[in-house]
Nanobody
Framework: QVQLVESGGGLVQAGGSLRLSCAAS????????LGWFRQAPGKERESVAV????????DYADSVKGRFTISRDNAKNMVYLLMNSLKPEDTAVYYC????????????????WGQGTQVTVSS
């Protein structure tokens, strides 16, 4: 089992950047594919990006392609989400999650979750 804790959220103006971090403890992070998800008020949680166990493969939701970059450092048990060119519609609580296999799949298919970090983009 793995425990996940997100950080790095905050308030940023449209067009700005933020980098989210997710620290893992428990089982070795390299045993899991990792993903970032988000949930805006009144909306369902949606997948944003996923990275394979070794970091060699990534996948992104169409809404963030070209703006967001997911990366990981297995030696430090960390996963990151660099968010550039932020838009007001990116405002949400962002969650880090883990699963064994690499797939940009729906939230119900991810067993391990962090508590989330709020990202607010002002116009």
């Amino acid at each position: 089992q793995v425990q996940l804790v997100e950080s790095g959220g905050g308030l940023v103006q449209a067009g700005g950047s933020l980098r989210l971090s997710c620290a893992a403890s428990g089982r070795t992070l390299s045993s899991y594919a990792l993903g970032w998800f988000r949930q805006a008020p009144g909306k369902e949680r949606e997948s944003v990006a996923v990275i394979s166990r070794g970091g060699g493969s990534t996948d992104y939701a169409d809404s963030v392609k070209g703006r967001f970059t997911i990366s990981r450092d297995n030696a430090k048990n960390m996963v990151y989400l660099l968010m550039n060119s932020l838009k007001p519609e990116d405002t949400a609580v962002y969650y880090c999650a883990a699963r064994v296999t690499f797939k940009l799949s729906k939230p119900s298919e991810w067993p391990y979750w962090g508590q989330g970090t709020q990202v607010t983009v002002s116009s």
